[in-house]
């Protein structure tokens, strides 16, 4: 994985049986964005099962995660940027 990554929660939504977390995975360069969705997805697949099982135990109830993988250049050195992702 790369140094330099964030994860941006975009929503939260409690429905009656489960919560919809809508998140970014937010890197630095175009070519960090395959390491993070991996061949055919594979990766990204299995950063999004561990962590709904880890969040579905913290929660104590059913989890639907809809990640996504978004660039945006030079982040880490942008105080801007620092602050909108809660830095």
């Given amino acids: ?3 330099h990554i964030a994860v941006y929660i975009k929503n939260i939504k409690k429905q009656k049986e489960r919560a919809l977390i809508e ?11 395959g390491i993070v969705i991996g061949h055919g997805g ?3 697949k ?3 099962t561990k962590a709904r099982k880890e969040l579905e135990k913290y929660f104590k109830r ?5 990640l996504h993988v978004k660039v945006k250049k030079d982040w880490i050195d942008s105080p801007r940027q620092l602050k909108e992702l809660g830095y």
Avoid: R
């Fill in 42 to 44: 594979k990766t990204l």
């Fill in 23 to 33: 998140a970014e995975i937010i890197v630095n360069k175009d070519s960090q964005k």
């Fill in 62 to 66: 059913s989890i639907y995660l809809d």
């Fill in 1 to 3: 994985m790369p140094h």
């Fill in 46 to 48: 299995a950063i999004g």
